[in-house]
């Protein structure tokens, strides 16, 4: 598989996220970095069918999205927004209420 090397990387320069168009957490997580202007790579697995693989080896053989690689390492899959803006040191509430 000729995969590049920032799209597919544990340790990538800017924060990574893999998702599809259709998954409403994966709306959700894009909104909130857009919402907090957090730069960001939006990696499509339906586009780019190795995202597919590589999420899948990530998370035990499951496709589970978002799946969003940080550049220190961390891996959060499905996070909420609470998680987000704690990783991202944000202070304050995130915009989107939890009910």
């Known amino acids: 598989m000729d995969q590049k090397p920032e799209l597919f990387n544990l340790q990538p ?13 994966c709306k959700r997580a894009k909104k909130f ?4 202007r957090v730069q960001y790579i939006n ?6 069918p190795e995202g597919v693989t590589f999420v899948e080896n990530l998370n035990n053989g499951m496709r589970v999205i978002p799946t969003i690689i940080f550049p220190d390492g961390e891996i959060l899959v499905e996070p909420s927004n609470s998680q987000l803006a704690e ?3 944000l202070k304050g509430r995130s915009k ?3 009910l």
């Open 33 to 36: 970095f857009g919402e907090h």
């Open 13 to 25: 320069s800017v924060i990574t996220i893999y998702s599809t168009a259709w998954c409403p957490d």
């Open 96 to 98: 989107q209420r939890i």
């Open 87 to 89: 990783k991202l040191g």
């Open 43 to 48: 990696i499509d697995i339906e586009e780019i």
